[in-house]
Structures are given as structure tokens and as C-alpha cells.
């Protein structure tokens, strides 16, 4: 089983929707980020996470919320998602200091 | 805000040469990671370095960190198809453990 779990991995919907990517990890660790990737600009924080009571905006936080509902779980939602927001979305855990980030698979987003 | 980028954005080469790619700050950085990430699959982490003028191999792969900590290096030697992907480097500051990540090098190996 991976240690980091996106869903849904695919998702295709129309202006104005609200949608939830939600991510969930089995690794123990206590931080958490949601990134977007997109082509030619690389990945781009939009949010993070260093313990369940804590919450951070990255880069590009506007038009996202997260929230952290455990240690093992992190949700991004979109509240009025638009078409610049299509993209693949990442979730990742790391533990503290240069830990290296694990990352789940993907979820591949489409606004129409 | 701190710039990284990586150079070439897209490299494609025969199985058996030897490539290097590159990735450059506009600051000094603590730490610097590679990742690969290949199609479908989130980056995966391939090395970290914390030491100025630090060289770490893994197999064909030799990652170099610049001895002013504003640059690395990824030297492959005698690719192979496996090494097909997309190369990351993420760099972290002095007091700020969040990764930056430079926008890639697409590598392809043709066989």
C-alpha cells in the first residue's frame, strides 16, 4: 500500500464547482503540503502544514483552503474552482529538519 | 524571492552517453535535494545535500553541490532508457525548512 494516498486521482468538472482533493499517509509524519505542477513552471506550494494545529500559506494559497482534520490527514478544496486551476496536484509529508518529502501520486485536475 | 532554476529544461539523448544537468540559485541556500519524477508518479527523492563543495554518488549518478551553495550538478554517466524522467532540484533556506523546487529538466534516454 503507498504511504501517501491521493483522491481522487483523476477529476474533471466545470467553473464555479466546489471540489476536495483529499491525501492521507501512513508514514507518522507531522508535516504536510499540498503543491500544484504545472508545465514549465514546476512545483508550486500552496499550502502547508506543520502539525495538526498549525496551517501555513505557500506561494500561490489564493482560490485554495486546506485543512488538516488529523495527523493523517490533509484536504485541499477549491471553493469556486476556475480554469487556470487545472493542473496536477500534490500532496507530500516530510518529518522535521532535511528530511526528504514523500510524495502521492497525483491528482490530475481538469476545470472546464 | 528566491529564483532556482534548472538548465536544460529539455535534454534527449542516446543510451550510453554521459549528460549533466544543472540547477542554480539566486541565493544561498541550506540544503539541496534531487528528486525524479517519472509520468504518473509523484517526485521521488534521489539524494540531499547540506555540505558546500559536497559530491555524493549513487550508481552512474554523481550530485555535486557548489562550494558557494548556490548550485548543484547532476552527472549521469552512460545513460540508460531507466533514467527517463523528470529531474528536481528543491532547495531550503537558513531558518525555513520549506523546499523550493526549480521548474525541471526533462530527460530522455532513446534506446
Known amino acids: 500500500d503507498a504511504d501517501v494516498t491521493q483522491t481522487p486521482r483523476n477529476r474533471i468538472t466545470k467553473t464555479g464547482k466546489r471540489i476536495m482533493l483529499e491525501c492521507s499517509q501512513t508514514k507518522g509524519h507531522d508535516r504536510m503540503y499540498w503543491y500544484r505542477q504545472d508545465p514549465g513552471l514546476g512545483l508550486r506550494l500552496i499550502y502547508y502544514?506543520?502539525?495538526?494545529?498549525?496551517?501555513n500559506k505557500g506561494e500561490i494559497s489564493d482560490g485554495y483552503s486546506v485543512s488538516r482534520q488529523a495527523q493523517a490527514k490533509f484536504s485541499l478544496s477549491l471553493e469556486s474552482a476556475i480554469p487556470n486551476q487545472t493542473a496536477l496536484y500534490f500532496c507530500a509529508t516530510s518529518g522535521p529538519g532535511y528530511q526528504p518529502q514523500h510524495f502521492g501520486d497525483g491528482t490530475r485536475l481538469s476545470i472546464l | 524571492t528566491q529564483l532556482l532554476e534548472q538548465s536544460p529544461q529539455f535534454l534527449s539523448i542516446q543510451e550510453g552517453e554521459n549528460l549533466t544537468v544543472y540547477c542554480n540559485s539566486s541565493s544561498v541556500f541550506s540544503s539541496l535535494q534531487w528528486y525524479r519524477q517519472e509520468p504518473g508518479e509523484g517526485p521521488v527523492l534521489l539524494v540531499t545535500?547540506?555540505?558546500?563543495?559536497e559530491v555524493k554518488k549513487l550508481k552512474r549518478l554523481t550530485f555535486q553541490f557548489g562550494d558557494a551553495r548556490k548550485d548543484s550538478s547532476l552527472h549521469i554517466t552512460a545513460a540508460q532508457p531507466g533514467d527517463t524522467g523528470l529531474y528536481l532540484c528543491?532547495?531550503?533556506?537558513?531558518?525555513?525548512?520549506?523546499?523550493?523546487f526549480g521548474t525541471g529538466t526533462r530527460l530522455t534516454i532513446i534506446p
Open positions: 545535500v547540506v555540505t558546500g563543495g
Open positions: 528543491a532547495v531550503s533556506n537558513f531558518g525555513n525548512e520549506k523546499l523550493t
Open positions: 502544514s506543520f502539525d495538526v494545529k498549525d496551517i
